[in-house]
């Protein structure tokens, strides 16, 4: 499919929002927009062991709101609230944008912490690899998103799977929770768990346009559609 024959976008659209922002859902209903993201899959032996990981961590009292192993993914995009029919656009247009970027590798690097370890607010495993092929699909995604009028991140692009978020700290010490986390995260490289000399493959050959259903277990996903990457050699860089 070339770029002119893309399904163009609706004429009638809401307006761009000039700051990305992650708005608190509302209880969903049939009228309601879909909350939906773009991301990359993760293998099997990957989310087994951002499994252990949790498993390791999880007991710790950190106030931490851990992840469901089997939701972990690369997220490339969050898009926010859409309307279904925006949806329909996006899964017919995809499809070309997503093909034009060959199939790539990544690899499991080490743990680490959002902003930053003195004030952590959330707890990552990393990934590493052909950097360039990785910024080439997220700009390529972003361009196409913006043409789009979808609101993007300005924040720089750093590829990690979340693992956990720090919940409310009204009324939570903490203060020794920085070099709690140090700790763990050197103990676990120490057990070969989270060590970035053994990493594992990350195969880059999907993008998921996945819908997010939020309810008080925590959220669920549904994926939309699957857009492969033209096949290649995972191993290029």
Avoid at 40 to 58: C, H, M, Q, S, T
Avoid at 203 to 218: A, F, K, N, W, Y
Wanted: proline share 11%.
């Amino acid at each position: 499919m070339t770029e002119q024959e893309r399904p163009n976008k609706p004429k009638k659209r809401r307006p761009k929002r000039q700051k990305f922002v992650k708005e608190r859902p509302a209880p969903e209903t049939v009228d309601t927009d879909w909350r939906m993201f773009l991301a990359a899959p993760l293998p099997p032996d990957v989310v087994e062991r951002i499994g252990a990981i949790i498993a390791e961590l999880g007991p710790r009292d950190w106030s931490l709101r851990w992840i469901t192993p089997n939701n972990a993914h690369l997220t490339l995009h969050f898009l926010g609230n859409t309307p279904p029919e925006e949806v329909e656009i996006l899964r017919m247009a995809l499809p070309a944008v997503v093909a034009e970027h060959q199939a790539f590798e990544l690899r499991t690097a080490g743990l680490g912490v959002f902003p930053k370890l003195q004030s952590p607010r959330v707890l990552w495993l990393g990934l590493w690899g052909p950097a360039h092929r990785l910024e080439s699909l997220y700009n390529g995604l972003g361009d196409y998103l913006d043409e789009m009028q979808f609101p993007i991140e300005e924040k720089p692009f750093q590829p990690h799977v979340t693992l956990g978020r720090l919940r409310n700290t009204n009324n939570v010490a903490i203060r020794h929770l920085p070099e709690q986390i140090r700790e763990a995260i050197a103990d676990l490289e120490t057990s070969g768990l989270a060590d970035p000399k053994c990493p594992l493959p990350v195969p880059i050959d999907e993008v998921h346009l996945i819908r997010s259903h939020l309810d008080q277990t925590g959220p669920r996903y549904e994926v939309i559609a699957r857009f492969p990457l033209t096949p290649g050699n995972a191993e290029n860089t």
